[in-house]
């Protein structure tokens, strides 16, 4: 039997995950109290031998719709830190959604590996579509840290449940230029508030992670008139950012120590801990990766 649906799995195809090779957690020592620091809680994990895929989908809740919440990629140390991240990012989608007044809850992704060494990426985004597509609707996926607007299209080849794929797909772009303007927005209203500013003209602004939001964000403040400092592991996305916006630069272990009127973290977390903030240089912090164990 053929399906014309594009999105329909052949039927014998365990809904394309390799089933056999799927590791449901059995208990363990962490897994429960972890999932209890919520009220609800669901954790889906799959293994695809092919790939080596292997993520986990966090469900937090679905009381107001369909969970949403980025992909991230990222080498976790440990099973557990990958397992305690998925569930905070999770959370937290909960309380955005819900925050924006969307008619959806919060649910996150992750898949354990280093993004920039992916052999196969059409292979690994279609077993992970395939994952996403075994829960029915109850998760859309979209881009996180390590994903990109590319990996989203190759994800929407095999599910439906999918947002920010690229505009010529039907999809609505790169997130990341927006979420990027939600944070110059956070900046903008912290720099009134805090510093009795209507505009960002000649503030300095320490941005920490250029990444997809880290680099938008300092094009937008460069624009306006801002100073920039700015960090990343990554000496690439650095040498790009301040070909663009002449800013200057301090290793990641100076930057929340930097005399600065804004401190923008924009990695992956952790930002703001006890061995950072007695450090810290600024005015305020504005930035939209601020705690978090990484
Ligand atoms: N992309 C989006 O649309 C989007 C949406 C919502 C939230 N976020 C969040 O924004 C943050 C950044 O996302 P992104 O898409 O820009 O990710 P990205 O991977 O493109 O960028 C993250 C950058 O942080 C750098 N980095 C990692 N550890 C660092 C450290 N300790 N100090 C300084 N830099 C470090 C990386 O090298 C990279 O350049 C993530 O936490 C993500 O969850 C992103």
């Known amino acids: ?23 449901i957690l059995e208990e363990t020592m962490t897994l429960f109290p972890e999932l209890a620091t919520a009220d609800r809680m669901e954790l889906h994990v799959a293994h695809d031998r092919q790939t080596g895929l292997k993520a986990l989908i966090g469900v937090h809740d679905t009381r107001l719709g369909p969970a949403i919440g980025g992909c991230r990629v990222y080498p976790y140390a440990t099973e557990q830190d990958a397992i305690h991240d998925v569930c905070r990012l999770a959370r937290g989608m909960t309380s955005k959604a ?7 809850g919060g649910g996150k992704a992750v898949i354990w ?4 060494d992916i052999p196969d990426r059409r292979a690994l985004f279609h077993a992970f579509g395939r994952f996403v597509e075994t829960l029915g609707g109850r998760y859309l996926t979209s881009a996180d840290s390590g994903t990109s607007s590319g990996d989203l299209d190759l994800i929407r080849e095999v599910t439906r449940n999918v947002l920010g794929s690229s505009r010529e797909l039907g999809g609505s772009g790169d997130p990341s230029p927006f979420t990027a303007l939600g944070v110059r927005r956070g900046i903008e ?7 009795g500013r209507r505009d960002l003209e000649g503030l300095v602004v320490a941005i920490q992670g250029v990444g997809h939001v880290g680099a938008n964000l300092a094009r937008e403040l460069h624009a306006l008139g801002c100073r920039l400092i700015i960090a990343d592991v990554d000496a690439a996305r650095v040498a790009e950012v301040v070909e ?12 929340p120590g930097v ?3 804004i ?7 952790g930002a703001i801990s006890d061995a950072t903030i007695d450090r810290l240089r600024c005015r305020a912090v504005a930035g ?3 705690f978090g164990i990484i």
């Open 244 to 255: 663009a916006t002449g800013a200057s630069v301090v290793s990641v272990e100076e930057i």
């Open 288 to 290: 939209n990766r601020i």
């Open 189 to 195: 209203a912290v720099a009134e508030v805090v510093l």
């Open 113 to 116: 590996g280093d993004p920039r």
């Open 98 to 104: 819900a925050l924006a007044g969307l008619p959806h």
């Open 263 to 269: 401190y923008a973290p924009c990695a992956l977390g």
């Open 259 to 261: 005399e600065c009127d």
């Open 1 to 23: 039997m053929s399906c014309a649906d594009p999105f329909c799995l052949p039927p014998d195809s365990h809904l394309g995950i390799d089933l056999p090779a799927m590791i």
